[in-house]
Nanobody, 116 residues
Framework: QVQLVESGGGLVQPGGSLRLSCAAS????????MNWYRQAPGKEREMVAQ????????TYAESVKDRFTMSRDNAKETVYLQMNSLKPEDTAVYYC?????????WGRGTRVTVSS
């Protein structure tokens, strides 16, 4: 079955960096776009970044543009989110997502806390 497993979250100071990973299995990874979402305490889940099947097409939320970079390695069936210049407002649980056959699949999330 489809599995998405996030890792790489943690506590970081403002201005710091983190790299999130999402390992996928159970489907033809290279055939599907992948997304990163996040949900901050008391807020709705929002899309952070999206990447196309070849990795050459990416889109970002305005709030993270020029700070976050999404990439994928189809051989390793993994997507990444490099997060630089982190701000306290980036504090959230980050989720990996894909949509396959009209069904949404989510990982369990990895928590990112930006605080001094």
């Amino acid at each position: 079955q489809v599995q998405l497993v996030e890792s790489g979250g943690g506590l970081v100071q403002p201005g710091g960096s983190l790299r999130l990973s999402c390992a996928a299995s159970g489907f033809t990874f290279s055939s599907y776009a992948m997304n990163w979402y996040r949900q901050a305490p008391g807020k709705e889940r929002e899309m952070v970044a999206q990447i196309g099947i070849f990795g050459s097409s990416t889109t970002y939320a305005e709030s993270v543009k020029d700070r976050f970079t999404m990439s994928r390695d189809n051989a390793k069936e993994t997507v990444y989110l490099q997060m630089n210049s982190l701000k306290p407002e980036d504090t959230a649980v980050y989720y990996c997502h894909t949509r396959r056959a009209s069904r949404d699949y989510w990982g369990r999330g990895t928590r990112v806390t930006v605080s001094s």
